[in-house]
């Protein structure tokens, strides 16, 4: 699940469930209107369920309530017929009758619906058709310099990226069991890191593996969301989607006890259940170390299950 395609899902779905509320009001009045009738009968009948309510600890509710209630319905509905309306012309209305709007079906209401899993699929490839030119087919060494030697190995810029393009390609061919499961991008920015974490994101989704793709700053906010909520479906997806992609590591706020620990946990849990992640960052190693603590980075640096690619070179959006 893309976390980010899921939250608008919901927004669509709550968007949904407001029209409902809209049209239910507009038809109300408009009935009301031809047959005020209609109007005292609802009234009335409004009245006494609240009332029965109010009472119900106090006193037995009223007596026939419910006979009563059956009486106005029915009377509503011939009213209804009488005035030319269909007869269930007042009921709540529902864009999906499967799921009356809520996105979710079935016993307490757990399965997506088959509406929000077509609203979901509609949205993600609209999403993926904005980034179609950010893979690897679409990758262009040619916009990196070829001049200068940028690293110890004496390698050029457009050198080295062609090394971490055919590592980063051969990584999500691999997926979901490359050699190593975790991979760093450091190094300045416009180097080409994001790009190809976008690269390996496409290829994971045309592999039909479930990767996840957000900045830094969105896995905080989603932390922080789950905390103090009880959403916490957002947030197990981070932990359990098979490719988690985290951009722009260090740019997100640091929130005592919060950015570090969570960053711990996600890390280290998905390393333990042998998931993959990627995550890209401008900053130097020394300064990864400060902002995150030595427990944080030795996890995330650990040779045996790590790779770091450390991008040289000069920014290409400024040539
Ligand atoms: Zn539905």
Redesign the pocket.
Known sequence: MNNQVFQQVLNALAQRRHQDEREEERRRLEVIAQCPRIGQLMDARREAVMKSVYSAFAAPAEENLAEKVAQWNADIKALLIRGGFPQDYLDPVFT?P??E?T?Y?GEGKKEL????RALYAGLLEKESSFESQQDFAHFDLSVFPADVPVDKKGRTQREQLRVFRDYCEAFADALPHPDKKTLLFYGGSGLGKTYLLRCIHERARERDIASLCVTANQLIRTARKAMFSREQEEMDALFETELLLIDDLGTEPLIENVTVEELFNIINERQNAGLCTVISTNLSLENLQSRYTERVISRLLNRQTCQSLHFEGVDIRRL
């Open positions: 999906c499967l799921c709007d996105g079906t619906c088959t509406c929000a």
